[in-house]
């Protein structure tokens, strides 16, 4: 016969699992009735969310696989200075934190799959969404401390600082303009 054998397309070979879960999981969204999507409205930018943190949390563990590298070859010359246990216990760090990420992907995607298929409810989305919320919203926050440390040391001479100096330790008096947290609860 004349078949000509076909291959995977370069870019689907090649894609990062968070990627292919994201897109599954936004895939199986759109497919769900109207009133399911209206139930997890906010599905969506949970899982571009997840996506975006995994993307950069798998780049940053291949940063220190780079850096892993170049210690370990200053180690090999002779220069010990302990940089490369540092750097693999954070390679080890942000690898767990990469897993953990996926894993949630990966739990939503399913989630919908048990939706489309009956044997669970939007409720049941609902709760690995909440989760998954809660998780993307803990892993910003340590993205942005990461980012906010590598400005630092790039800048020293920037206050990035959020404690503030021993001299004015007391927060300040709120201003008569604006309402104090306590008045606003």
């Known amino acids: 016969m ?9 870019q689907a070979v090649h894609r990062p699992t968070e990627l292919a ?12 009735s109207d009133p399911q999507r209206r139930d997890l409205g906010e599905l969506p930018n949970t899982i571009e969310r997840l996506a975006e943190q995994a993307a950069r949390m798998r780049q ?9 590298d170049a210690a370990e070859a200053s180690r090999e010359n002779g220069q010990t200075d302990g940089r490369a246990t ?8 942000w690898q767990q934190r990469l897993s953990k990420t996926v894993a949630s992907l990966e739990t939503i995607r399913l989630g919908l799959l048990r939706l ?5 409810g939007v409720a049941s989305v ?9 998780m993307a919203e803990h892993l910003e926050r340590l993205l942005q401390a990461r980012s906010e440390v590598e400005e ?3 800048n020293p001479s920037t206050p990035q600082s959020v404690i503030p100096p021993a001299s004015s330790a007391a927060p ?7 309402p104090s947290r306590r008045s606003a609860s």
């Open 126 to 134: 609902t709760t690995d969404l909440d989760l998954a919320r809660e």
């Open 152 to 154: 630092s040391l790039r």
């Open 2 to 10: 004349g078949l000509s054998p076909r291959g995977a397309p370069e």
């Open 21 to 32: 879960l994201g897109h599954a999981a936004t895939v199986l969204y759109r497919a769900l």
């Open 86 to 93: 540092d750097l693999r216990q954070a390679k080890e760090v």
């Open 116 to 120: 489309h298929s009956g044997s669970e």
């Open 172 to 178: 300040p008096a709120p201003s008569s303009d604006r």
């Open 60 to 68: 940053r563990v291949e940063e220190l696989d780079d850096l892993l």
